[in-house]
């Protein structure tokens, strides 16, 4: 059977470059970026080997259920580090969605968005 070795997130983002340093203030490094014309419409960021990829839209993100949405979020990261990886958002001055809390279900999160307002959950 063949093996999965790896996956990447690929999130539509209205301005790359924005994406690529708001990922890279959080401590992702830039792998790779496709321009044509010489703007920026494709770009990938890696952190511990997980990556993360940015493609250009235009069209607005869809809303179709707000209280579903509220609920929903773009990315998940598990990290073992929580807290420390917590100060770290904090002392950037990003905003926090949702403080650290502990889970019913055992589980440390937190959450945040990011400067296309892609809801990232942390989790230990």
Known sequence: MARIISSATQLAVFDVQSSLDFYQKIGFSVLNVLEVEGRKVY????????QIHFIETKKEKLHFNEELNSLACDLILWIPEIEEFYNEI?????????????????STEFSFKDSDGHKILIGD
């Open 43 to 50: 770009g990938m960021v890696e952190r511990d080997q997980f």
């Open 90 to 106: 904090v002392s950037l001055g990003i905003e926090i969605t949702e403080p650290l809390t502990k889970r019913m279900y055992g």
